[in-house]
């Protein structure tokens, strides 16, 4: 077994594409649960509830309730979900870099297997 | 839209549990198909001419054909493919060390709402 993949079933849970979005959008600090609605494109709400929900789980996420009326719920990364998110970043970093490269890389490939 | 979702599709497309295999499998050089396979555990031999044929599609792998009998057919990472997995190495090893953080932050959890 490759060590890369002894790990997967992590790293596919924490990095999957909803958990991704969410920890961005909380990494400046305590975030709503509708803002969270409003920043994350296409998000259904139960999809965001049950993503927050997985993401506290794993230690992730902090959720505090403030008593108000109605309560205020807001959700924190932790230390450890700080830590990923910037491991993260590279990879978008990358991303957003080498987008162009491989939308070339496509063309090329399927201008070659078309001929 | 957060800027770690407008490249959300590459992501997954990279980062996806097999594509990510197969990259940690061939960061130390060229490798064969039969390699691959063997390297990979639970990766089917359908699954993975087609992540591959994606990868080489995506410009991350190189796909060599050497002309003997019967032929040799190796795979290695692009120099784009290289960084990505300097990226996703800071992934894995994160989930390496919080692995247990993680159990235990599940256990905790369960704990608590079962309670």
């Not at 309730?65 to 700080?82: D, G, I």
Request: with cysteine.
């Amino acid at each position: 077994m490759h060590p890369g993949c002894t790990v997967q079933e992590l790293v596919d849970r924490v990095a999957g594409k909803w958990s991704v979005c969410i920890m961005v959008a909380a990494a400046d600090g305590p975030i709503r649960f509708t803002e969270l609605e409003r920043a994350i494109t296409g998000i259904s709400r139960r999809m965001l509830t049950l993503t927050l929900r997985n993401l506290e789980r794993d230690g992730m996420l902090v959720r505090t309730v403030y008593p108000t009326v109605p309560p205020r719920v807001e959700y924190s990364l932790t230390p450890m979900a700080a830590e990923l998110h910037a491991a993260l970043l590279a990879i978008t970093t990358w991303a957003e870099r080498h987008r162009a490269d491989v939308a070339q890389a496509r063309e090329h490939y399927d201008a070659r297997t078309t001929a």
